[in-house]
């Protein structure tokens, strides 16, 4: 119902429910849970939004409300974690609502003013501030959580109701500020960059402290296991290791720009052209 409120066409989510990986002589099948994609096209890859911090001074996190409903912890990741599931889950308020909230976040970021952006969904809050630092070596978060009108400091960071976490430059809030309220979404500022390398959180005068580079470890400890069952101890091990130490750079050969033309095709040809490409 929700997604024909949307007037969103879902084609299929039977496949996550038949999914099995091997390692070695051991099976382990899929959990017995549907998971549902939609797809959509982008209309300017210039201007998509990288989920990793800019460690620029003057800019700040907002919260973008795409639930307009209670904080909770039911079915979350946070109460998996402790064998609970709870029956207090996260609710959208209106299909209308999010679609006002999705539609606002569009023109923002068409506009220019998301520098970054995450969604907040599996793990909660805390989850989207790690992820969003994580990728970068230096700089962490100063989180103020007032703005939530809630003393459970634990079900702020861990509820799952939907939203996004954008940064912006300060110098923009207004222009920021007055999209949203166009557009009736719940907002409010979160936080702001800082140098030291943690994720300093104060919520109504308790404060607390994460240390982003341990948490990264933790983070991808699941992974290496995982790997070590399929390659091997020793390789998975020299990843392990590593994998912070190996930034992703492109060097693009000498000439390209990147366009159809450049190659004397078009967008919608119907034949081969022979080029190959590499993703």
Known sequence: DFACQLGINIPTGKDSLSMTQKYGKKK?????TVIISAAAEVSDVRRV??????NKKGTSLIYIDFSNSP?????SAFAQSLNYVGSDVPRIESAEYFAASFNAVQQ???EGYALSMHDISAGGLVTTLLEMTFANTKGGLSINLDGFNEKDTVKV???ENSAVVMQVANGKMKAVASV????GVRYFEIGEIQEERTIEIENHGNSYLLFIDYLRDLWFKTS???DRDQSGVACARKRFENYKKQPIRYTMPKGFVGTLAS???KANRRTPSGIKAAI
């Open 28 to 32: 382990v099948m899929a959990p017995g």
């Open 224 to 226: 290496y296991l995982l």
């Open 108 to 110: 923002l970021i068409n």
């Open 180 to 183: 949203l309220r166009k557009y």
């Open 49 to 54: 939004v990288s989920p990793v911090i800019q």
């Open 71 to 75: 904080l909770s912890l039911g079915g």
């Open 263 to 265: 190659y004397g095709i």
């Open 157 to 159: 960071l861990f509820a």
